[in-house]
């Protein structure tokens, strides 16, 4: 196999907080074992990489980081365009990143692609894909449309104004579905996927390859050190986004513990202070009984699966699931909802009902709780689908073939 000089974008990586940063850092740490050289060229927040695996910074104002989005700022920052743009539109309810990170890595890269022999974008889809297009053999991660997320805030809330701001933070959706459109490789993450992003995007299938994430089993793997807490639930959720569900959890949460009052929840992910999520735990009187947990490292998520009796991820749709993934390798019984690829991820290794349903989710609980055989069947089927079928290793032998017929095509 040839070695391969890869350049590989993307315009927030933060492994921390959301799924394009993991599959950041586990792709390139999977091609790089392959004998690939890889660079990635991320805006902030910067990934964290294999030490192996180079990175270039590309720099931004990172207002999202900053207390005060309209001061906290030099004036001389705002004399270059793009980054007025960027400060602009983010203080009009605008979200730039994806667009003002196309016009830094066009300058940055423009006179260096002789230095690469293929460029992987990771969802910026930003216009200056198709300028390299015509240059270097080109492949995008599309992982999910983002028009999903709007659909489902957009049904969150009636007050008007509120959804005349989602939408105008969701206008980046404008570039993103005009250069899918012309892409020519694209990867995605699921055959749901796929078909949501032939539906919302308009993308030609044939253009599409699916490529099934992977899991870290390194990271997460079984711990037996740890002992499993009785009536311990732990989820994965973004507390304050629509699309994670966890409003139908606490819900149902709040009915099991009339059956299983020693019942405790645990969310990786945190809430703000006011928000929509921790006026809804106050109202149905479980503020006791819920945890929130944020910024935690891999180990301590490891840890925090591994000590739960079930996990429950109520996603109203999922690209892929990492989180479901991750549970499985720790050999934990996973109760999920059909929504989305989570169907594909799981298969026959956990326990899904109907999305935004709490009833659903609230009978699933009370009869997984007590069921010993069941969970330790669910664990274990779990962890050996996450073993035989979804490695890193995998992703990079497929990705590298996308490369490879991507150069042949630009070479012919």
Request: charged fraction near 25%; glycine fraction near 4%.
């Amino acid at each position: 196999m040839k070695k391969l000089r890869i350049a590989f974008l993307s315009y927030r990586s933060n492994p921390y907080s959301g799924g394009q940063g993991i599959y950041v850092k586990y792709v390139t740490k999977a091609l790089l074992e392959l004998g690939h050289e890889v660079t990635v060229f991320s805006g902030p927040p910067y990934p964290d990489l294999d030490v192996r695996v180079k990175l270039e910074k590309v720099p931004s104002l990172d207002l999202y980081s900053k207390k005060n989005k309209f001061t906290d700022i030099k004036i001389t920052e705002l004399f270059n365009l793009v980054n007025f743009f960027e400060w602009l539109s983010i203080n009009s309810g605008g979200f730039a990143e994806p667009y003002t990170f196309g016009k830094r890595i066009k300058k940055i890269l423009k006179n260096r692609l002789n230095e690469f022999d293929v460029i992987h974008d990771n969802q910026s889809l930003c216009y200056e894909l198709l300028f390299f297009q015509k240059k270097i053999p080109l492949v995008t991660t599309i992982h999910h449309p983002i028009s999903k997320d709007l659909k489902f805030q957009l049904k969150s809330t009636k007050s008007i104004f509120l959804k005349f701001l989602m939408v105008r933070w969701h206008s980046f959706l404008r570039m993103q579905i005009k250069v899918a459109k012309k892409l020519k490789s694209v990867i995605v993450v699921s055959e749901s996927s796929k078909q949501d992003i032939h539906d919302d995007f308009g993308l030609k299938k044939k253009v599409m390859k699916v490529i099934l994430n992977g899991i870290d089993t390194e990271a997460f793997y079984p711990d037996e050190k740890i002992k499993k807490i009785p009536f311990r639930i732990v989820t994965s959720a973004s507390a304050d986004v629509p699309l994670k569900g966890l409003d139908y959890l606490l819900e149902a949460f709040s009915q099991v513990i009339k059956t299983y009052p020693e019942a405790s929840l645990h969310v990786i992910g945190s809430s703000k202070k006011g928000s929509h999520t921790k006026r809804k735990i106050k109202n149905l009187n479980i503020k006791d009984k819920v945890h929130f947990y944020k910024d935690l490292s891999f180990k301590e998520v490891r840890d925090l699966y591994c000590s739960a009796d079930i996990v429950v991820i109520p996603s109203l749709y999922e690209g892929f699931g990492f989180a479901i993934g991750e549970a499985m390798a720790c050999k934990v019984p996973v109760i999920t909802t059909t929504g989305g690829a989570i169907p594909e991820v799981i298969e026959d290794c956990g326990i899904m009902v109907p999305p935004a349903n709490s009833e659903a989710l609230e009978k699933a609980i009370l009869e997984l709780i007590p069921d010993e055989k069941l969970k330790n069947s669910l664990s274990e089927r779990g962890f050996r689908r996450i073993i035989e079928h979804l490695q890193w290793k995998k992703v990079a032998d497929l990705m590298t073939e996308s490369y490879q017929k991507e150069i042949n095509k630009m070479l012919s």
